[in-house]
C-alpha cells in the first residue's frame, strides 16, 4: 500500500530527528573529553605550583603533559564549534521537514475535505433525478 506523501515526510522528520539527538549526543561527548582535559590540566598547574618534593622532580614530565592536553584541548574546542554547527543545521533541516510535513498533512485534509463534498454534491444531484 502506498503512503502519503504526509507520511513519509513525517518518516522523514522521525529519522531527522534521530540524526539530530545522535549530533548531540557527539557534541555532549566532546565537551565531556574537554572537561576531562581542563580538570586535568588544572590538577597539573596546582602540582607544579606545590612545594611538594615529588611534585618538583616531576615538573618536567608535568609540563610535558600540560602541553599535550594544550594541544588536545585546542582540537576539542574545534571539534566543538564543528559539532555545535552540526546539530543547528540538523535541528533545522528537522524543523522545516516538520513544517513540510503539516503543510502537506493539511492538503491532504483539504483534498479529503473538497472530495467528501463533492461525493455529497453528486449524491445529491443524482438523487433528485429529472423532473
Known sequence: MSASRSEKLARLVRVQRQIERMAEYELSLTLSAQARADETQEALVQAVGSFN???????????????????????????????????????????????????????????????????????TLKGSGPY
Not at 559539532?83 to 498533512?105: G, I
Open 53 to 123: 618534593p615529588i611534585h618538583t622532580a616531576m615538573s618536567h614530565q608535568y609540563a610535558q603533559r600540560f602541553q599535550r592536553l594544550s594541544a588536545k584541548s585546542q582540537m576539542l574546542a574545534g571539534a566543538i564549534k564543528v559539532q555545535e554547527r552540526k546539530v543547528l543545521t540538523e535541528k533545522t533541516k528537522a524543523d522545516r521537514l516538520a513544517e513540510q510535513a503539516d503543510r502537506a498533512a493539511e492538503a491532504e485534509d483539504r483534498v479529503a475535505t473538497d472530495e467528501s463534498l463533492f461525493d455529497l454534491l453528486d449524491s
